[in-house]
T-cell receptor
Framework: GAVVSQHPSWVICKSGTSVKIECRSLDFQATTMFWYRQFPKQSLMLMATSNEGSKATYEQGVEKDKFLINHASLTLSTLTVTSAHPEDSSFYICSAPRGSGRTDTQYFGPGTRLTVL | AQSVTQPDIHITVSEGASLELRCNYSYGATPYLFWYVQSPGQGLQLLLKYFSGDTLVQGIKGFEAEFKRSQSSFNLRKPSVHWSDAAEYFC??????????FGQGTELSVKP
């Protein structure tokens, strides 16, 4: 089956620093990837859609200047949390669909746990 | 507005007992529905999906789900639960552009 990896799996950083999270589709190409945020015991909330070769599309209420997304290639998307603060501590999950429509199966990365001190 | 509701936050069942996890959706068009399972330290794994056709969908690990349009439901079932099924379960509906809208999740605990 399709595999999506994330790196790092966990990161601890100081308040005010920036953190980059990578999402890779290992055995397929993905022109679109999605970034989700999950708080403890809560659901996944879509943050943005990462588009290869163009700007990311952010969901309402998500600060695009704080959560920078770059879709560098057909297998790599990165999420950079800039000037991180403790309230940014969360579990960040990416997914990549195989195909290009609503019926696609999304393959999820294992997630990255960010802790901001 | 599009939404998914999982009424049960936490369910505990005995090993070997049957299981039903509830999911209700609100979607204007034909819904594309999914059930995912999330285990600690692992990514979300697709259990099954419904796009069209037979309303009873078979998935992996012995799970099945039934789409009932009249009730806007897509409940997940398993006839006999194993201890390894303990995890968080998410129902989701597919939206435009491949986005997924998730329910709140149901945590399943399995008693020995």
């Amino acid at each position: 089956g399709a595999v999506v990896s994330q790196h790092p799996s966990w990161v601890i950083c100081k308040s005010g620093t920036s953190v980059k999270i990578e999402c890779r589709s290992l055995d397929f190409q993905a022109t679109t990837m999605f970034w989700y945020r999950q708080f403890p015991k809560q659901s996944l909330m879509l943050m943005a859609t990462s588009n290869e070769g163009s700007k990311a599309t952010y969901e309402q209420g998500v600060e695009k200047d704080k959560f920078l997304i770059n879709h560098a290639s057909l297998t790599l998307s990165t999420l950079t949390v800039t000037s991180a603060h403790p309230e940014d501590s969360s579990f960040y999950i990416c997914s990549a669909p195989r195909g290009s429509g609503r019926t696609d199966t999304q393959y999820f990365g294992p997630g990255t746990r960010l802790t901001v001190l | 507005a599009q939404s998914v509701t999982q009424p049960d936050i936490h369910i505990t069942v005995s090993e070997g007992a049957s299981l039903e996890l509830r999911c209700n959706y609100s979607y204007g068009a034909t819904p594309y529905l999914f059930w995912y399972v999330q285990s600690p330290g692992q990514g979300l794994q697709l259990l099954l999906k419904y796009f069209s056709g037979d309303t009873l969908v078979q998935g992996i690990k012995g799970f099945e789900a039934e789409f009932k349009r009249s009730q806007s439901s897509f409940n997940l079932r398993k006839p006999s639960v194993h201890w390894s099924d303990a995890a968080e379960y998410f129902c989701a509906v597919g939206s435009q552009g491949g986005k997924l809208i998730f329910g709140q999740g149901t945590e399943l605990s399995v008693k020995p």
